[in-house]
């Protein structure tokens, strides 16, 4: 069988008119989130080209798993050792943790959850906050329009079933992002909201600032047809008339090049290669590379380029383009711990179709038939809570008590992080302090609940998880290197719950939900706890389980943070890499601090936010060295293809 490259090499011929480019005004490294939404939006200018370089494929063989809300959580796509999964694993807590990311057109959004949330007003105000004297604005103010621009919301078509409130001024309708509800509700959903009630949380709408309190979140799922809205469908399907626009797949970047010529380095092309040891391709950039590579591959990208902490690049004995010691550090993570309970007379819970084949077959054959309210094929878990710090304590003395002493430990944790460098040291200290002023006098969540359908505790009884997550964690980890192969992943170290307080709120947190619980109405159909269960009762039992299972709720962030240049930052306020020329980073990765939020809205709308701070300010034009870069030209579109792509092999015609 012919190569790929070869094989394309034909097609090249035989369609020889076709567009062949080896430069694009603008080159963006990574298909997910953030990379597709940029590049919808900057390709709306039809004298601009853009590249897209994706590592995955289309995931058209994997797209019914991708499209049905349930099947997320019953045959998810980046699960260990699959294809479409980017096989990163952290040793933390004593145990080997997996990282799930989608290798995958789409990138993330293609297999998550669907969770559809926004943080509050003052934690976007705090970041502002972070940014003396910043050209853009990053506070609620400045960042509210672009959560708006991406979504269109539909509004359940019966709220009282959920007790859902709508907070008409505070959605998008126009956005590509479909945003609603799920037709079907489970029996335990439908009691959530009575249930945060009662424990005293807001229920209303918290999508306009105040993020708090408990409720049924908004899904990305196209209110049509019940399918998950994301990147790929979202952003990349409706530009496929554009001829300015080229996405390549099966392409990883391996480095990001520069021209040294001038005072500062000026970002000029990608190489990428199709897999481990073969053949490197060039493509210029014209204008910018931006890398959306996400939280992990992006400081992985700069630091194979040169853009690092120089120790870490010497050892690697990579050439530094630009000493840069926040690539990689001050990565945080929400971490979460699931308990679960046994429900009354088998009430409905997702594990009917984890435990009955049949049953799962008729659910999904009544979904493609758009039965939608009357199939669990619909129906993603969508009932959460932001619990803040003084209501998961419930005790004012001791909630003060444990703020003065997060403020009096600060030292002692940011010196026990080992930092050698003292501009990493000043960005600890800078986002830990503004972490305790959120905790401290705000109702922002400490922790967040979250309500699951899929507890398959066992074949006997249904159940379900409900799971508490810490949402402003106080330790801190990193992505660093261990090979300048490209395909041999970074070492992540996640450092989960490496403080005192980390502990304890998160154990606050399980506590809390115990209480959830046995608060009525869900306490109705609750009929014992399964786990931990009633054995684990101190607050060391409690630890010692919490250690066993705890792990990530698949929100790593700050990787490349937007933070001063003396705090560690990698990004300005314009997302430009620092010291460096015509390169910038948009994804999760330069969110600096903890939001109480899941996090494919915020990269969103960080991508909504940057495509229009370059298309008013873009890197001058450079002038492409095409002598060594290879063509891309759009592909034939396969037959079978859903949807057509925009283009997605690239030619070689060296
Ligand atoms: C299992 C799971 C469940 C989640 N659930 C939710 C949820 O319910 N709600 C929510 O809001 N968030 C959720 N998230 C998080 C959310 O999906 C991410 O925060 C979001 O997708 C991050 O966007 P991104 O653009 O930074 O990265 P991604 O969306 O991951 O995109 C990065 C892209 O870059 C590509 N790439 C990486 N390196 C290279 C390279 N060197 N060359 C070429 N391409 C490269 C990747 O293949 C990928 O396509 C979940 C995440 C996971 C993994
Ligand atoms: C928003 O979604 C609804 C439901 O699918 C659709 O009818 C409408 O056309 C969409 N609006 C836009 C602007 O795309
Ligand atoms: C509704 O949203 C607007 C912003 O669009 C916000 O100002 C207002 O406070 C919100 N109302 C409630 C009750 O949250
Ligand atoms: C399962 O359900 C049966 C019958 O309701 C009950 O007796 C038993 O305790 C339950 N088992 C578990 C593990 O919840
Ligand atoms: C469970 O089933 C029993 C027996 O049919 C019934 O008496 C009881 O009311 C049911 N409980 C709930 C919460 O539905
Ligand atoms: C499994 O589902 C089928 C179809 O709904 C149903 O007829 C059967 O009784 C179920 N089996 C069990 C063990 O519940
Ligand atoms: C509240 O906290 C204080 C300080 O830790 C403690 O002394 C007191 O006993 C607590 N009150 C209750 C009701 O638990
Ligand atoms: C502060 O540090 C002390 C000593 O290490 C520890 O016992 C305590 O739990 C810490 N408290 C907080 C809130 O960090
Ligand atoms: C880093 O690389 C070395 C040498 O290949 C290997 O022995 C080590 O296990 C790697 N470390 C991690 C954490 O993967
Ligand atoms: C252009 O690229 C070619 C191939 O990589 C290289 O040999 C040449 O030196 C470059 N020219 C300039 C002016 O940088």
């Known amino acids: 069988m012919p190569s790929k490259a070869a094989l ?51 995931g058209q063989a994997v797209m019914e798993r991708i499209l049905v809300p349930a099947l997320t959580y019953l045959q998810g796509v980046a699960v260990p050792g699959a294809s479409h999964d980017w ?34 007003s003052v934690e976007h105000d705090s970041w502002a906050s972070l940014l003396p004297n910043a050209d853009q604005d990053w506070s609620w103010n ?46 335990s959903a439908a009691l959530w909201t009575p249930t945060m009630a009662n424990l005293g949380l807001k229920t209303s709408d918290p999508q306009g600032g105040e993020g708090w309190g408990g409720y049924i979140t908004p899904t990305t799922i196209n209110p049509d047809d019940g399918t998950r809205s994301y990147a790929k469908t979202a952003y990349l399907d409706p530009t496929k008339d554009r001829s300015n626009l080229i996405v390549l797949l099966n392409s990883q970047a391996t480095k990001i090049t520069f021209d040294t010529s001038g005072s500062v380095p000026r970002a000029s092309g990608v190489d990428f290669a199709q897999q481990s040891g073969g053949r490197t391709y060039h493509v210029e950039a014209k204008s910018e590379v931006i890398i959306s590579a996400g939280v992990f591959g992006t400081p992985q990208l700069l630091q194979l380029s040169g853009i690092g902490p120089k120790a870490l690049l010497d050892s690697f004995s990579i050439n530094t383009i630009a000493d840069l010691p926040g690539v990689g550090h001050h990565f945080q993570d ?69 703020v003065q002493e997060l403020r009096a430990n600060m030292t002692s944790v940011v010196n026990n992080q080992g930092y050698t460098d003292d501009t990493l040291k000043a960005g600890y200290e800078l986002t830990y ?175 909504e936010k940057a495509a229009d701070i370059i298309k008013a300010n873009p890197t001058p034009n ?9 063509s891309v030209r759009p592909s034939v579109p396969m037959l079978s293809s859903l949807l057509a792509l925009v283009a997605s092999v690239i030619v070689f015609s060296l």
């Not at 990163?88 to 990282?99: A, I, V």
């Not at 919301?153 to 609603?180: I, K, M």
């Not at 594990?351 to 009955?356: C, R």
């Not at 450079?622 to 290879?630: D, L, V, Y």
Request: with cysteine; aromatic share 8%.
């Open 8 to 58: 394309s090499s034909v097609l090249l011929v035989a369609l020889g008119a076709a567009v062949v480019n080896k430069a694009f005004d603008f080159i963006i490294v990574g298909g997910g989130a953030a990379g597709l939404a940029l590049a919808a939006r900057l390709s709306e200018d039809s004298s601009r080209t853009v590249a897209v370089i994706e590592a995955g494929d289309d």
């Open 87 to 120: 096989g990163y694993w952290t040793n933390s807590l004593g145990r080997w943790l997996h990282q799930p990311r989608a290798k995958i057109l789409g990138g993330s959004t293609a297999v998550n959850a669907l969770y559809m949330v926004r943080a509050s």
């Open 142 to 187: 400045g960042f509210y329009p672009y959560m708006l621009k991406t979504e269109n919301f539909t509004a359940p078509a019966d709220a009282s079933l959920t007790g859902t409130t709508v907070n008409e001024t505070a959605h998008g309708r126009s956005g590509p992002v479909h945003v609603s509800y799920p037709q079907y509700t489970y029996p």
């Open 334 to 402: 929400h971490v979460l711990v699931p308990l679960s309970w046994s429900l009354v007379n088998r009430t409905v819970s997702g594990d009917l179709l984890v435990q009955n084949a049949t049953f799962a077959a008729e659910q999904l054959a009544l979904f493609h038939q758009g039965q939608l309210s009357q199939s669990l094929m619909s129906a993603p878990n969508n009932g959460i809570g932001y619990v803040s710090l003084k209501r998961l304590f419930d005790n004012d003395t001791y909630t003060a008590q444990f």
């Open 433 to 607: 302090s503004s972490e305790v002023d959120t905790l401290a006098n705000t109702e922002v969540g400490a922790i967040e609940l979250l309500l699951s359908s899929f507890g398959s505790w066992n074949q006997v009884n249904t159940t379900i998880n409900m799971q508490a997550a810490l949402q402003h964690p106080f330790s801190r980890g990193s992505v660093m290197i261990n090979s300048t192969d490209p395909f041999v992943n970074p070492v992540i170290t996640a450092n989960y719950l490496n403080t005192d307080s980390d502990w304890e709120i998160l154990r606050a947190g399980v506590k809390y939900l115990r209480k959830v619980a046995s608060t009525q109405p869900l306490a109705s159909l609750i009929q014992e706890e399964l786990a931990p269960g009633p054995a684990v009762q101190t607050d060391k039992q409690i630890d010692d389980w919490m250690y066993l299972n705890a792990g990530t709720q698949y929100h790593p962030a700050s990787t490349s943070s937007m933070l001063p240049l003396d705090k560690g930052g990698v990004v300005d306020p314009s997302l430009k890499v620092y010291k460096t020329q015509g390169l910038r980073i948009v994804d999760g990765s330069v969110i600096p601090i903890g939001l109480c939020a899941h996090l494919m809205g915020p990269t969103y709308a960080i991508a």
């Open 622 to 630: 450079r002038t492409p060295n095409i002598s060594g870069a290879a």
